[in-house]
C-alpha cells in the first residue's frame, strides 16, 4: 500500500464518522469503510490522526455537545443520550476531563474552550504535496463577486504568532489549535477569520498575521491564556467572494482571488485602499462558497 491509498482509507473511515457521530459505531464498521482489516484499519487511522478511532470518536462527540449546550436549552441528560453516551456520570466525566469544567456548568457560562476540529488528513497530505501533479486540473474561477459592507465598532478576540506574514507559518508559531478556541465563542459576531494587522496594532515582537473573532464591545466572558482581545474601529471593507470550487483545489483558488483583488481598482467603485484603517481578513476556505476575502477601504471624497 502506497501513501495515498492509506491517506484515502482514513478519508473515508473520517467521513463514515462525521455522518454517524450520532450513532453507534463500531471498528468493524469502520475498516469495511477503510476497506482493511479492522487492526490495520485501526492502526492507519492512529497513524495519521495521532488518535484511535475511538479517543478520536468520543473526542469529536464531546465537541459537538459542548455546542449544542451553548447553543441550545437541552438537558445535559438529553444532550449526553444525543452523542451515545451511556449515562449522565460517564458524559460528565469524560466531558470535565475533555474540558476541565462539568457540562451543567458550561451551559450556563460557556467560557471559550478547546473544541475538537479534525482536519481531513487528505487536506494536509494535499498540503504537503501541493507541488506535486497529483490532483485534478487546476480550475479556473470565471468570475469574482465584489461587494462593499460596514463592520461597526467591536472587539476581537485574538492570538499572536511571532513573526508570521501568513497561515502556514502561523501554524507552526502558534499551533493548529486556535480555530477551535475562537470557534467555541458564543458571543462571536461573526465566524473566525485570519487577519493581516495593520501596524498600529501589531505589539513589538509578535507577527503580522493573526486568528481571532469580532465580539461585541461589552465582551466580558473569560480570554483564554494566551489570547487578548482588543478594540476595532468602525470600518468599510471590500469584499471578494470567488465561485465554487473543489475543496481540493483550495490553494488554486486562494491564489486566483489574490491575483484578481491584485489587478482590481477600487476606483471603479468609489473607493481606495485603506490597509491601515482595519485589518484585512479572510475566511476560513469552503468550497461550496468560494473564497472569501475583506480588504479595508475608504470612500473617495
Known amino acids: 500500500m502506497n ?8 478519508q473515508r ?14 471498528l468493524k464498521e469502520l475498516a ?38 451553548r447553543d441550545s436549552d437541552e438537558r445535559v441528560i438529553d444532550v449526553a443520550i444525543d452523542f451515545v453516551f451511556d449515562s449522565h456520570e460517564g458524559f460528565t466525566r469524560a466531558f470535565s476531563k475533555e474540558f476541565g469544567m462539568p457540562p451543567r456548568r458550561y451551559s450556563q457560562c460557556t467560557p471559550p474552550i478547546k473544541l475538537f476540529m479534525p482536519r481531513k488528513v487528505f487536506d494536509t497530505y494535499r498540503e504537503l504535496h501541493k507541488g506535486e501533479d497529483m490532483m ?12 462593499v459592507i460596514e463592520r461597526p465598532a467591536r472587539k476581537v478576540l485574538l492570538k499572536r504568532g511571532k513573526k508570521a506574514a501568513e ?16 470557534t467555541s465563542v458564543k ?26 473573532v469580532e465580539v461585541p464591545e461589552d ?19 471590500m469584499i471578494f467572494q470567488g465561485e465554487a470550487y473543489n475543496d481540493d483545489d483550495f490553494m488554486d483558488e486562494i491564489g486566483e482571488v489574490w491575483e484578481h483583488i491584485e ?36 470612500a473617495i471624497n
Not at 462571536?188 to 486568528?211: N, R
Open 3 to 10: 501513501e495515498y491509498e492509506a491517506i484515502m482509507a482514513v
Open 167 to 182: 497561515y502556514f507559518a502561523y501554524c507552526e508559531e502558534a499551533g493548529c489549535d486556535v480555530w477551535p478556541v475562537l
Open 13 to 26: 473511515m473520517q467521513e463514515y464518522i462525521d455522518d454517524r457521530i450520532s450513532k453507534k459505531i463500531t
Open 136 to 147: 485534478s486540473e487546476k480550475s479556473k474561477t470565471k468570475a469574482i463577486f465584489v461587494q
Open 187 to 212: 458571543e462571536a459576531m461573526y465566524e473566525p477569520i485570519g487577519m493581516w494587522l495593520p501596524k498600529y496594532l501589531i505589539k513589538e515582537g509578535t507577527s503580522q498575521y493573526v486568528q481571532g
Open 263 to 298: 489587478r482590481f481598482d477600487p476606483t471603479v467603485y468609489g473607493y481606495q485602499w485603506a490597509p491601515e484603517a482595519a485589518p484585512r481578513f479572510q475566511l476560513a476556505p469552503m468550497g461550496y462558497r468560494g473564497y472569501i476575502e475583506a480588504r479595508p477601504v475608504k
Open 32 to 69: 469495511i469503510a477503510a476497506g482493511y482489516s479492522p487492526w490495520h484499519a485501526a492502526r492507519l487511522f492512529k497513524e495519521a490522526t495521532g488518535k484511535a478511532p475511538f479517543e478520536y470518536i468520543r473526542a469529536l462527540r464531546l465537541s459537538k455537545a459542548a455546542l449544542m449546550l
Open 219 to 237: 465582551y466580558s466572558n473569560n480570554i483564554p491564556e494566551g489570547y487578548e482581545v482588543i478594540d476595532l474601529p468602525p470600518c468599510k471593507l
